[in-house]
């Protein structure tokens, strides 16, 4: 008994410790919960918040624009994060708070602030850049200000009254480029036996793990439409600030000598070459929109009023959902294609031509457009969704394909059930080509781990193993089923444009065009953006003015939408307190941030892919 009691008491004593650790840490969640609800609460019976009149709209996207924001846990809706590579804004938001900012006798002017945008496709540039204009028309003036402008920023801001530019800043206008990493003396090296199976010399989505460099065939398609687009960048830029195409371009293209001769200032080569109005600081920028907006008595800035909040004030009366009557549905078909299901961000066959269904078992929808933002993916799940497409237009309703930044290779596969084909002169489409791919890693495990597979096996089937060499015969098969499905893609092309297997074979092939080249070849209608592509469909269902359109979306949970609510109004309290509960996407860069993005990218995209045969129609031909 003696013995024992000198080894009770310290038990005892961390006993008590624990108990009381558990018990603070109770206490601790209680009240943190109970501080949420009471927040919760509090902003509920706020409402919506108040636009003070005379106010500027403060324009300030964080991150991509894109068509589609990708899937948000909860966590990151109370962080106001886009899931899937940082902070994202929506397309649809920028563009109805300048339509609704227009007719607003509360709005007076629109601030422009560019410095935490990321990328953005061209159309969608294009998109905002209209809106713009279009405010402008109501004799309100839109300021564009910013520290540092890349030319994807810059393209936005020529579409100003004014453009401030800090003295300390640069715009700098890169150009277009695809350029991809090439891995095949790094396949050597590991001994991976990397067996690819395509059609179509312009295929070049399998190039990096066939070659050191891009082939000759891709680089002349590439330069092609990547010139097309460059083109009307140049074109469009130099109309909104009132010089020439061919001026904007010498200023690319003699970059040094120009810097050199503005004595190393770019602020001042920008100046001098008029692309921006006046060099100004932060400060100076404040006065200029107290100038337009009036001050703020509390902050001692201009009046103003952030995109977000407006768009809460705004509630349903959103100028993207405006209308009476019938409906044009409109489906967003954003990402990568995969097989099955998948959360918004991605195209699943499954999940996507689910929403087509929706749209087309509603009684009060008339026409359906699909706004095709991808570069393909699974041939299968593609065959889906465009199944799906045929039978909306079976039932009689209007199938229009409104193409955005990217439409190709799956995405056009998607696009041929449909009455018309609508794409901006600057989509990158076409890429009508498909191909497999099948590593296997028996060198490498030999090599380097002394491991070998043998056996025995009724057919060579039986014995197909990433950790042995793919048979012959399986080679051969799996070449016969991506053969099979390239002419399946030709047949589909051929039927909804009529044309030939061999006219079509002619434009395919997986070359890459742009729009308005595509137009010309016939593989699109009309060339415009998806207001277009809805007014058509409006008018194939005879719907005349009377209509309204109705965005078809994956139904959120009840916490979802509690959780997208309280984020929104979380950030507006956070606001009003000077803080910001989106992070910069740029903190954690570094020198070597993009190459390992890239090399991260291309790992995401090779685990994604699930076709139930291994074949993909995908160009990967974004533009950086």
Not at 68 to 82: C, H, I, K, M, N
Not at 268 to 293: H, Y
């Amino acid at each position: 008994m003696n013995d024992d009691r000198p080894r009770s008491l310290p038990r005892r004593v961390f006993s008590a410790v624990g108990r009381g650790i558990d018990q603070s840490r109770r206490l601790f969640v209680n009240v943190l919960f109970l501080v949420l609800v009471i927040g919760v609460v509090a902003i509920a019976l706020a409402g919506r918040p108040k636009v003070e009149k005379g106010a500027a709209l403060v324009v300030a996207p964080k991150g991509e624009l894109v068509e589609q924001l990708s899937a948000r846990s909860p966590q990151d809706l109370v962080a106001g994060l886009a899931g899937g590579g940082g902070p994202q804004t929506l397309l649809r938001d920028v563009l109805d708070v300048l339509a609704a900012a227009k007719d607003d006798a509360r709005i007076s002017a629109v601030y422009l602030d560019l410095d935490e945008m990321g990328g953005a496709g061209m159309t969608v540039l294009q998109d905002v850049a209209a809106a713009l204009q279009d405010f402008r028309k109501s004799g309100k003036k839109v300021i564009a200000a910013g520290d540092q402008f890349d030319m994807r920023r810059y393209y936005l801001a020529a579409h100003a009254d004014e453009v401030l530019l800090n003295p300390d800043g640069m715009v700098l206008i890169e150009g277009f480029g695809r350029y991809r990493t090439y891995y095949r003396d790094a396949i050597d090296r590991l001994g991976i036996t990397w067996n690819v199976f395509r059609v179509g010399e312009y295929k070049s989505a399998v190039e990096p793990y066939l070659r050191n460099d891009m082939s000759p065939e891709a680089k002349e398609a590439d330069l092609e439409w990547m010139g097309d687009i460059w083109r009307a960048y140049l074109a469009d830029v130099a109309r909104a600030r009132k010089i020439t195409p061919e001026e904007l371009a010498a200023l690319v293209e003699q970059f040094p000598a120009r810097l050199k001769a503005a004595g190393g200032d770019p602020a001042k080569m920008a100046k001098d070459a008029k692309l921006v109005d006046r060099l100004t600081a932060r400060d100076e920028v404040r006065k200029r929109m107290i100038e337009l907006a009036g001050q703020d008595e509390k902050t001692k800035s201009f009046r103003q009023v952030a995109m977000a909040t407006y768009l809460e004030a705004l509630g349903d009366d959103r100028p993207s959902t405006k209308g009476e009557g019938d409906a044009v549905a409109v489906v967003v078909a954003k990402g990568t294609i995969v097989d099955g299901k998948a959360a918004p961000g991605r195209i699943g066959g499954d999940s996507t031509a689910a929403l087509i269904r929706t749209a087309r078992e509603d009684d009060k929808v008339k026409a359906i457009v699909l706004r095709v933002d991808s570069g393909g993916g699974s041939a299968f799940a593609s065959e889906v969704i465009r199944r799906e497409l045929q039978l909306a237009r079976d039932a009689k309703k209007p199938v229009v394909i409104s193409m955005g930044s990217v439409a190709a290779s799956g995405g056009y596969w998607i696009a041929t059930s449909s009455d018309e084909i609508w794409a901006s002169p600057e989509t990158i489409t076409g890429s009508i080509g498909i191909f497999g791919m099948v590593p296997t890693f028996e060198k490498p495990l030999a090599r380097h781990l002394g491991m070998r597979v043998d056996g025995v096996g009724t057919t060579p089937w039986a014995g197909v193993r990433l950790d042995r060499a793919l048979p012959p015969e399986v080679g051969q098969a799996i070449q016969a089923l991506i053969d099979r499905g390239y002419e399946d893609f030709l047949e589909r092309v051929g039927q909804a444009r009529k044309m030939s297997r061999d006219e079509v074979d002619k434009i395919a092939r997986g070359r890459v065009w742009s729009g308005a080249d595509a137009k010309d070849r016939g593989l699109v209608d009309k060339l415009g953006g998806l207001s277009d592509a809805i007014a058509s469909a409006a008018q194939r269902a005879k719907l005349g003015d009377k209509y309204h359109v109705t965005w078809v979306e994956k139904e959120r949970s009840l916490r979802e939408k509690l959780m997208a609510g309280f984020s929104a109004r979380a950030s507006r309290v956070a606001a009003l307190f000077g803080y910001s509960l989106v992070p910069d996407e740029d903190a954690a860069g570094g020198p070597g941030a993009a190459v390992l993005r890239a090399v991260a990218d291309e790992a995401d995209r090779l685990s994604i892919w699930n076709d139930p045969r291994g074949a993909y129609a995908h160009c990967l031909c974004e533009l950086r």
